[in-house]
């Protein structure tokens, strides 16, 4: 779909997401209001229904190239239907609990057309489900310096050894992509990317326990990992081009969920004190909470503008790796700040299982982690600034 400068979306966009708006608050929402409030995910029958839905409708796999089965939506307008995407209970887990269609990591389509048959295509037809491992015990935000991981070539094959860790669904994962040192050399030219498929042997995956309700992390083992010569994905040592290229063109869409799920705590705050009265006084009325949801709808408003800005930027070609990076940092703690007002002006049902709130409160602090800490970000916009 083509955005023109300002931003005034298409007429088609704004029916798709009305489509998907409509979806979730007729499918999906009620839905999760009858499972535990800490339900990592649907139940398989329930997914394979909605999923189902979702495919007679079009809205499967929206991201994902037309030429492989997919939508063929651009980053600005995956930004746009992922920010109604997320807007529920499970917001941030998977957006719309997968019923969406899932994706394969992006470094995959530089993979070779054999790669994109055998795993690309089938995991946007089928949503499968996938894994991306690059952090690493020594480090995460450091991959050039931090990665320890080594494949050795023996022969017609690959062979890995190595750790990873925090690594999403790597222990029901179909295949993933690994990185690992290939080269002598120290920094971004000695890694390189692997297809794994998680039954071979040598390859286990144990639960990390976090704060956060879904989406339970994996501490990855490879011993002695044995590979064919054709799991490496495009160049040997081309490894962190592919996953940069990856991690900036994910970062739009991620943000994009963080202001969904900001904008669903808004106006259920907003909600909340229309509804809500004290000493005989509706909570609108007390300037405390007008200001509160006033300084929120600011921030909304700017993130939005934001990842807008960002995504149309990358979708022209343009580096937007800086615009990237403010979009990821200003929308995680935007979700943060948003979230909390709401919780506060709910008071005791804030931190109850019976609202979202409570969840989305646990879920947001790890999204100033996620996708590169707040701290790393400000040290790209910081360099960018004294170039």
């Given at each position: 779909m083509t955005v023109f400068p300002g931003f005034t979306l298409p007429d088609e966009l704004r029916v798709l997401r009305e489509q998907i708006r409509r979806f979730i608050r007729e499918e999906i929402v009620p839905l999760e209001q009858r499972l535990d409030p800490d339900a990592p995910g649907l139940p398989e029958e329930d997914y394979e229904r909605l999923a189902a839905r979702t495919k007679a409708a079009g809205l499967w796999a929206l991201g994902a190239p037309e030429e492989h089965g997919?939508?063929?939506?651009?980053?600005?307008?995956?930004?746009?239907?992922?920010?109604?995407?997320?807007?529920?209970?499970?917001?941030?887990?998977?957006?719309?609990?997968?019923?969406?269609?899932?994706?394969?990591?992006?470094?995959?389509?530089?993979?070779?057309?054999?790669q994109i048959k055998k795993y690309a295509e089938p995991t946007v037809r089928e949503g499968w489900r996938t894994f991306f491992a690059i952090t690493e015990p020594s480090g995460g935000s450091d991959p050039a310096g931090a990665i320890q991981t080594r494949a050795e070539r023996r022969g017609d094959r690959w062979v890995l050894n190595g750790r990873k860790v925090f690594i999403s669904n790597a222990h029901h994962a179909r295949w993933g992509l690994v990185w690992a040192r290939t080269g002598k050399d120290k920094g971004r030219a000695g890694i390189s990317c692997f297809i794994v498929e998680p039954g071979t042997p040598g390859f286990t995956a144990k639960n990390i326990r976090t704060i956060r309700t879904a989406a339970i992390p994996n501490d990855v083992t490879l011993e002695d990992v044995e590979l064919p010569a054709d799991a490496l994905v495009g160049a040997e040592g081309q490894g962190l081009d592919l996953a940069f290229d990856l991690l900036v063109k994910?970062?739009?869409?991620?943000?994009?969920?963080?202001?969904?799920?900001?904008?669903?705590?808004?106006?259920?705050?907003?909600?909340?004190?229309?509804?809500r009265s004290t000493f005989g006084v509706p909570l609108s009325q007390r300037q405390a909470i007008q200001w509160m949801l006033a300084d929120a709808e600011v921030e909304i408003r700017a993130c939005r503008w934001l990842i807008w800005e960002g995504a149309w930027k990358a979708d022209r070609g343009e580096d937007a790796r800086v615009e990237a990076s403010i979009a990821k940092l200003y929308s995680s703690e935007v979700l943060g700040r948003v979230v909390d007002a709401a919780v506060q002006i709910h008071g005791?049902?804030?931190?109850?299982?019976?609202?979202?709130?409570?969840?989305?409160?646990?879920?947001?602090?790890?999204?100033?982690?996620?996708?590169?800490?707040?701290?790393?970000?400000?040290?790209v916009i910081a360099r960018q600034l004294f170039r």
């Open positions: 997919g939508g063929g939506l651009d980053t600005f307008s995956m930004s746009v239907v992922l920010e109604e995407m997320a807007q529920h209970r499970m917001g941030l887990y998977n957006v719309g609990c997968g019923v969406f269609g899932r994706y394969p990591p992006p470094a995959i389509w530089a993979g070779t057309k054999e994910n970062r739009f869409p991620y943000s994009a969920t963080n202001l969904g799920v900001a904008v669903a705590a808004h106006r259920m705050a907003i909600a909340h004190a229309k509804q005791g049902y804030g931190v109850s299982k019976e609202f979202p709130l409570e969840r989305w409160y646990r879920e947001a602090r790890v999204r100033r982690i996620g996708e590169g800490p707040s701290e790393v970000h400000r040290m």
